[in-house]
């Protein structure tokens, strides 16, 4: 019985939302970003080639990031974790060009990629850890902590 109830609730507010976004009294995608009127992101201003390097290690880490979840959906998680521990962890900092890059941030931003790699590598050894356990929870939280990391530096940091 409470099955059914749960069901038909869930029924009653998609039937709502839909009227909603159709009556206008939702807000899309285009008309929430068009409600942010302010950036108020700390610009920082990288040489050019840097800036590029910089870019390119970003779009790795999102890629990365989806080969993670690629992997640890299909139960490979020594895969997830070596891609998350070689492309985004402690261990990434050679590869990426930490050093030279982390000369031209701010204190917030250099902490902020510490936090994310890591959190990476914490997310690593707990993805390896769930193979022995099946508890993927430590793992997906560890993750998720890598992923806020991008988010933060995102909403507090853009390049010039």
Do not use: W
């Amino acid at each position: 019985m409470t099955n059914i109830k749960i069901i038909i609730s869930v029924i009653l507010l998609s039937i709502f939302g839909y009227a909603l976004a159709q009556s206008g009294g939702g807000m899309n995608h285009a008309q929430h970003h068009s409600a942010q009127t302010t950036d108020n992101r700390v610009a920082v201003d990288f040489p050019p080639a840097m800036r590029e390097h910089i870019l390119t290690n970003m779009r790795d880490h999102l890629l990365a990031i989806s080969q993670i979840q690629e992997a640890m959906g299909k139960g490979n998680y020594d895969k997830a974790s070596k891609i998350a521990e070689d492309r985004l962890g402690m261990t990434s900092l050679k590869l990426h060009g930490a050093y030279e890059s982390s000369k031209y941030m701010p204190q917030g931003m250099k902490d902020i990629g510490t936090t994310l790699h890591k959190s990476a590598s914490q997310f690593a050894i707990e993805v390896q850890n769930s193979a022995v356990t099946g508890d993927l929870k430590p793992a997906l939280l560890a993750l998720s902590k890598t992923t806020n990391a991008c988010v933060a530096c995102h909403a507090g940091y853009k390049l010039k």
